[in-house]
């Protein structure tokens, strides 16, 4: 299968350093950052885990779970965990899967169906597809996906202003525009006519064309994950 925006995340079951979960049920009503990594004690990826929990209390602001995925058992999680926290000052708290017999990477569409049924004798470059950020909705659908090679690092910051834009443009009938942080002025989006968009935004639009809306940032409604 090939898993795109606008399609149903998969769910699984799942070995994860905290424990056995099934995701969607893990997820209940939150939003969900998934993001994988092709192996486990390779160097870009531990400065991105240790990031990332550093980060971890600003997604749950957003009421946002983050969950971590390694072509890897879950001994070898916990055993880096360690490295993770001495490397980058950050010890992630969020759970990592364990994927040794590769079903979720392939569910995933990260790997191919024939890649086999381990991880062992597999290497990073045989996984470097396992390098995709999945931001899931509450409805469990896959709002937007990001991804990276094994040699550039990912941008944490990026997926959190990512994430910022998919829960506002669900909660309102906007769009955001190139470079746009949270707070900036939004696009009213082009479904919605100039009658609607006086009940909508009482406060006025500004008018660079008919199709190019700009309006003050609504306010996002998201609560705290648990």
């Not at 880096?80 to 000052?89: A, R, V």
């Not at 708290?93 to 392939?106: C, E, T």
Request: charged share 25%.
């Amino acid at each position: 299968m090939t898993l795109r925006i606008g399609d149903k995340a998969p769910d699984f079951e799942a070995e994860t350093t905290k424990g056995r979960i099934r995701f969607h049920e893990w997820l209940g009503d939150s939003w969900g950052v998934l993001f994988s990594h092709p192996k486990d004690f390779t160097p870009v990826c531990t400065t991105e885990l240790g990031y990332l929990a550093r980060l971890e209390p600003d997604f749950a602001k957003r009421n946002t779970k983050v969950i971590g995925l390694s072509v890897d058992p879950v001994d070898d999680h916990t055993r880096w965990l360690s490295d993770i926290g001495e490397c980058t000052g950050h010890t992630p708290n969020y759970p990592l899967i364990g994927d040794h017999d590769l079903k979720v990477a392939k569910l995933y569409d990260m790997l191919p169906g024939d890649a086999g049924e381990t991880s062992q004798g597999r290497t990073a470059a045989t996984n470097a597809t396992v390098r995709t950020v999945y931001v899931i909705g509450p409805d469990k659908i896959v709002k937007a996906t990001l991804s990276y090679p094994m040699s550039t690092g990912r941008n944490f910051d990026e997926v959190l202003r990512l994430l910022d834009s998919c829960q506002l443009t669900a909660e309102h009938k906007v769009a955001t525009p190139v470079n746009w942080k949270d707070g900036e002025d939004c696009i009213i989006v082009p479904a919605v006519s100039d009658e609607e968009a006086k009940t909508r935004f009482p406060g006025g639009w500004k008018t660079l064309k008919p199709y190019l809306r700009l309006v003050p940032q609504p306010k996002k409604q998201a609560e705290p994950a648990e």
